[in-house]
């Protein structure tokens, strides 16, 4: 496994380390392409530059977009004034000895850090990102959970970890090699199952959502992009209202409320059996699937009267099931069940026609993971804490 290293994304005298240094200044990154249009319109160019500029910014991957060759100069000359293009930096990546995976540690501004996960896979490449730096919502088994809420990442943070890691695939194409992909592989994948809960900054994620699903950019259809939540019933439903396609991925973990809202203390506000029922009222039985995530723990959710319980819990909806063995980091009272246990509860699941895969999460040694990313609160980069659980 290689050793985690420096990798500095901008010079001092560049246009972009320019615009870092104007925080009032808006990010490109944070405008979807409608938002540009009205940009253009309001400085009368016209509103089919902002075409232009998205491919150059997500398709080429162009670090100045406004440096199309097709650009009008005035337009190109007022907006590197008006809008930052200022990249995220990358801090350290670590590499995965046992799948390939990568973690990098991404920096923001005022000097915090959040943790996005590439992770190769047969055919295509996902990229797990953060929306929030820490989490609110405390759920035991989750090392993030420990930070605490410090702050939410903005629109062009989190589009940032997308363009930061397309960037690296483009500058080590022998990755791509190592890891059996073809040269031009680029992210076709993404999964919103990073730092933080999502939906708790359910507006900075929609608006990400539109950039990159937009056709004339990254182009990732919503199908393409999973948003995992806790349960957080505000946002799934304002989640719906602006993007009735969007993929959901329901953290269960336990179907009794009672010690859902022991392990999860957010279903003491969204109890699952109302998180459930308003998703079977929006979607239906033939919507959108909805991915049910069930992190299995050795004596606590693992029976299989667990699984039948889970069984009913996805009757009216168009789920599938992801079951995950508890991943571990440090010295911890919890475990994962034994393989025979994990196979009896997937196989009684199976019986009642559903869909399931037992989930053994990339980049394990790297604590990459699902549960594991965790930056210290009082550490700028340092390693990846943790502590007991």
């Not at 997308?162 to 994948?189: D, G």
Request: charge should be positive; proline fraction near 6%; hydrophobic fraction near 40%.
């Amino acid at each position: 496994m290689a050793s985690p290293s420096i990798i500095t994304l901008t010079s001092p005298g560049s246009p972009a380390a320019l615009a870092s240094q104007t925080p009032q200044m808006d990010s490109f990154y944070g405008l979807t392409r409608e938002a540009l249009e009205a940009w253009c319109t309001l400085h009368g160019f016209s509103r089919v530059h902002a075409k232009t500029l998205f491919r150059s910014a997500y398709k080429a991957l162009n670090p100045e977009p406004w440096s199309a060759p097709s650009l009008p100069r005035a337009c190109a000359a007022l907006l590197p004034l008006s809008l930052s293009s200022a990249p995220l930096r990358l801090v350290a990546e670590q590499r995965s000895g046992y799948d390939h995976s990568l973690k990098f540690l991404v920096g923001l501004a005022g000097g915090r850090e959040v943790e996005a996960v590439l992770m190769p896979e047969t055919k295509r490449l996902t990229l797990c990102l953060s929306s929030q730096v820490g989490c609110a919502q405390g759920c035991v088994f989750c090392h993030t959970g420990r930070m605490g809420l410090i702050r939410q990442l903005s629109t062009d943070e989190i589009v940032g970890q997308v363009l930061l890691a397309e960037r690296w695939i483009a500058a080590h194409p022998e990755w791509l090699q190592q890891v059996r992909l073809p040269a031009s592989t680029r992210i076709s994948n993404i999964v919103f199952m990073g730092m933080g809960e999502p939906l708790d900054n359910v507006d900075a994620v929609i608006a990400a959502l539109r950039i990159l699903s937009d056709p004339f950019g990254l182009a990732l259809g919503l199908s393409h992009i999973s948003v995992s939540t806790a349960g957080h019933l505000d946002g799934i439903e304002r989640l719906y209202a602006a993007l009735p396609k969007a993929r959901l991925a329901l953290s269960v973990h336990s179907t009794d409320d009672a010690q859902r809202s022991r392990i999860m203390p957010i279903n003491k506000r969204w109890p699952l059996t109302e998180v459930v029922d308003r998703l079977r009222t929006i979607l239906g039985g033939d919507g959108p699937p909805v991915l049910l995530q069930y992190t299995l723990i050795r004596g606590v959710n693992d029976r299989l009267e667990d699984a039948e319980q889970l069984a009913r819990l996805s009757q009216g909806l168009n789920a599938k099931i992801n079951l995950i063995p508890l991943n571990v980091v440090g010295p911890s009272r919890l475990s994962a069940p034994s393989p025979e246990a994990i196979k009896a509860f997937r196989d009684l699941l199976c019986s009642h026609g559903l869909r399931v895969m037992v989930r053994y999460s990339k980049g394990q040694d790297i604590a990459a993971a699902c549960g594991q990313l965790v930056r210290d609160a009082n550490s700028q980069s340092g390693s990846s804490s943790s502590g007991e659980t």
